[in-house]
């Protein structure tokens, strides 16, 4: 069973993920992209990543723009999980 | 120019579309999956629709949940284009 992190945890990994914030309790970030079908293009490889990992984020599309929230609701919070993730999305977007 | 539609029109439109809703200026429809891989699968096909008639919903994905949201931003609310494609939409969904 995975556990929810600290919060000076949380603030530690947020500092090597400087582009995604807290929002509640999940972290979140939006990406920008070209058009919507570039949007998409991420959108699909964040979602076999999330697929693969069984970990899914909430993902809202709004034409170019893609927001990902992660949080671990099995511990009630934010988790190494989310992070991981995470990082691997910031991948994809090339950053 | 697309002109928005009314609030008889949308009321009568409305009435062809049980399944939505209006939220603000927009409408909306939740649709429920099987699990995430059925839920990216409708979110594509979607996507198609709406790269195709060049008229984009916001596409908010929560593990096996859907919401669409439509509305016509050049024309100010709702519009037959978005009753147009939560047709479409709902034709996707199969019921």
Redesign the interface.
Known sequence: MITKLSEEEIKASLERTPEWSMVGEAIQRTYRFED??AA?RF??RA?DA??TSQH?P??????DKVTLTLATHDAGGITEKDFALAAQADGFYGD
Request: net charge negative; hydrophobic share 60%; proline share 0%.
């Open positions: 919507f079908v998409m959108v699909n979602a999330a697929e899914h909430d993902i809202l599309i709004r034409y």
